[in-house]
Each structure stands twice: as C-alpha cells, then as structure tokens.
C-alpha cells in the first residue's frame, strides 16, 4: 500500500479552506484500500507562535471528531495526535543537526514573522525541522497538502537527503508532496488565503446563524440585482466551488453570469443552504464524537498501534546510523 501522511493544526474552528486543502483528499484516499493515510494532529506545531498559544489540548479533539464525522476510513488508516508520538521530536533532532542553520532561516513563515516586525521564537525556527520529522517519523512516501505547504515539503525532502547523505545510509525516505493544483483557497476578504490568523474564515461546522454572519462579511463589488456577474472574480463562488456539489456549482455560475434577478444576496443565501446540505448532516455525529472520548480513543487504538511501530523501526534505524548506543 501507498502511504499517505498529512497534518493539521488544531486551531480552532476548522475552515473551508482545510476542507478543500488537506482534509476532503485525505478522506477521499482513505477510502480507497490501495493506500495507507496517516492523519495528523499537529498540536505541537500549534505552539510556535506565542501571541496564538491556544489550548491545543482542548482543540485536538474536535478537529478529531471532525474527520471521523465526514467519512475518514478510519477502520483501515490513521489519525494520530503528534504529542503522543516523543520519537518525532528525537528525529526532528537528528534532521537539523545535518541541515545547515540557514537553510532554516530562508523559511517564508520565519522571514515573513521577521519582516512584519515580530519576535519570532526559536520553535519557529525549527517548524520545518519538525515538519519534516512527522513525515520521515513514518516512512510516509507522499504528503497531500494546499499549495501554501509547498516550502515545507521541500524542506522534508531535502532534509531527509542531507541526513541521508551524512550518515551515508538510505535511513529516511525522501517524501513527495501531492499538492493541489488548485490554488490556495481565499477567505471571506478576499483579498488573502483563508486563515484562521486572519479572521476570514468559513467554518466547516457551525450553526447556521454563525455561518450566515461568516457569509455576510464575503466581500463583493458593487455589481447589481441585474448586472451579469463574472464568477471568476466572485469571492462567494470561488469559496463556493470549493465545497458545493457539481450541480450547485453549475447553478450558480449560470445564475451570475446571467445576472437577471440574481444579485450576491441571493448567491450568499444559496452559499448558506449548500453548505448546510454538505456539512449540515455530520453535525449530530460531530456533537458525538466530541462528547465521547473514550469511544473515539477505541477507534483510534488500532491505527496508533501501527504508527507507533513505524516511528520505532524508524527511529531504532536512525540512532544505529549515528552510532548511538543505549545503556538500557
Ligand atoms: P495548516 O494546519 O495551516 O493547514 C492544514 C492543511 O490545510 C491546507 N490549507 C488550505 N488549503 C487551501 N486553502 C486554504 N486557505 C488553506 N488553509 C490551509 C494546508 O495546505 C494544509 O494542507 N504545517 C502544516 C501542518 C503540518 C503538516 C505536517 C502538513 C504539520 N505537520 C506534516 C503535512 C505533513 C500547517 O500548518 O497546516
């Protein structure tokens, strides 16, 4: 089998933006017996950035009840929590000490937290490094990610050669990324990428209410009821598109092309029942499985016995490569 490893971080309400990025694909390859998906919860990425500490705790598990709710395959795959797994951070370890410091530095989200005037932390520094490590912790061959992942693979890639090269022995796998064509998907300004960092998201699970003031604040231009609209440049059909069915998707884009009678009210008000036909009826297995822990710990058991033996033979292969001995 094919093996798959993506993560998420659990930042809170997870968006549209994940939706289409990382988790639709992952629950798509998960039903296909060919491959193996080991999905992430990337807690401890969540702490890089001191002015966002959260709880990840606390948000791990309803980004778990999340995937299990829409359809993850989690009979035959993974979902695994990162700080459960301390061989990630021994591996990440071993990767930057072959990694040169400035490879890290030319990182866009360390340069970019610099040019916009802030402090960043060292643990910022070392994203890539532990991004790369929860992928080769693994053995994972291919990453599906949104494009704005695109560095980090690179960096997994490289880093595994250079630790490959080091130690002279084949111990990590160079991964390959598998990143959607589609560009990444933009937020309700319409102006940068849905982010929860920028306050322009779309929740996948929310009431009805909140996701109708989400829908309001999509930007529009000052098109009329009856102006032919291009769906092109249309915020609300480009998230949209995103999620809808194909039918929806072909209604609404001959409904603004066609402007008649159609103004953005009526594109919003259409945004808000799809999306309830989509995600409407996961919500009560949702609520479920957030209420339920020891359940969903019963499913995850089998997949968390399998990813701990990868993480192991990885790791073993790793400390023998450097020389490393145990007195245990
Ligand atoms: P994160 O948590 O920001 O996002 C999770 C996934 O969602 C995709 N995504 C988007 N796709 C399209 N449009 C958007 N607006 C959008 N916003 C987010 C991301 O591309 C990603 O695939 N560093 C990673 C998490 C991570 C990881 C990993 C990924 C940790 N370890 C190992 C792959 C492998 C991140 O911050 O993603």
């Not at 933006?17 to 969540?46: R, T």
Request: glycine share 6%.
């Amino acid at each position: 089998r094919k093996r798959f490893l993506t993560g998420i971080k659990p930042s809170g309400d997870v968006h549209i933006g994940n939706y289409f990025g990382a988790i639709k694909p992952c629950i798509d390859l998960s039903k296909d017996v060919q491959n193996e998906v080991i999905l992430m919860c990337a807690d401890w990425h969540g702490l890089t950035n001191r002015a966002e500490i959260m709880r990840p705790g606390q948000l791990s598990h309803p980004l778990i009840a999340l995937l299990l709710a829409l359809g993850y395959n989690i009979k035959e795959n993974s979902i695994i929590l990162q700080s459960d797994f301390p061989q990630i951070q021994e591996n990440s370890w071993y990767l930057s000490c072959a990694t040169a410091a400035g490879l890290l530095e030319r990182s866009h989200a360390y340069k970019d937290a610099i040019a916009n005037g802030k402090v960043p932390t060292a643990s910022l520094l070392f994203y890539p490094s532990l991004m790369s490590s929860d992928i080769i912790t693994f053995d994972s061959q291919f990453v599906p990610v949104g494009k704005d992942q695109a560095q980090h693979l690179e960096y997994a890639s490289d880093m595994a050669k250079l630790f490959n090269n080091l130690v002279g022995v084949d111990v990590y796998i160079a991964p390959q990324g598998v990143i959607q064509e589609t560009p990444t998907l933009i937020g309700t300004d319409g102006e940068r990428k849905m982010s929860k960092s920028y306050n322009n998201i779309l929740p996948v699970f929310a009431t009805k209410k909140e996701l109708e003031k989400c829908v309001k604040e999509i930007k529009t231009d000052s098109k009329g009821l009856n102006d032919p609209k291009d769906p092109n440049s249309c915020v609300i059909f480009q998230i949209f598109k995103s999620f809808a069915s194909d039918d929806a998707i072909a209604y609404m884009k001959e409904k603004l092309e066609k402007g008649v009678g159609y103004g953005y009210g009526h594109a919003k008000k259409d945004f808000v029942d799809e999306h309830e036909k989509v995600f409407g009826s996961h919500r009560e297995r949702y609520e479920y499985y957030c209420n339920n822990f020891n359940e969903v710990k019963k499913l995850l058991e089998p997949g968390y016995e399998k990813a701990r033996s990868y993480a192991d033979n990885v790791t073993k292969r790793a400390r023998q490569a450097f020389g490393l001995k145990s007195y245990l």
